[in-house]
């Protein structure tokens, strides 16, 4: 059964930014595009660098130790070096409350 854990406030999340948080012992990397928030995998599938020390680029999250880059809503690969997908979790919002979906 899924559990939901809240992880912030919608405003912790800035518009074109990504953060590592942790919750139900899973890192997870959170970014905001536009007004959604999308989270996935915080470990890159390559080299295992976290993806929340990485940059987004419009919907495309960039790994900061090799440059691979994962579509932040479906988590595919988007750019080698990577070649497995990250998965993707759930996330709600309660007014100002953030929850993951996990």
Do not use: W
């Amino acid at each position: 059964m899924a559990e939901k854990i809240k992880i912030g406030k919608a405003s912790d999340f800035i518009t074109g930014s990504v953060k590592t948080v942790t919750a139900g012992g899973k890192k997870v990397a959170i970014a905001r595009v536009d007004d959604e928030l999308f989270a996935v995998d915080d470990t890159c599938t390559h080299a295992e660098c976290s993806l929340g020390t990485g940059f987004m680029e419009n919907s495309v999250l960039v790994c900061p130790c090799h440059g691979s880059q994962f579509e932040i809503s479906t988590g595919k690969v988007m750019s080698l070096p990577a070649t497995i997908d990250v998965a993707t979790y759930k996330i709600e919002t309660e007014g100002d409350d953030v929850y993951l979906i996990v």
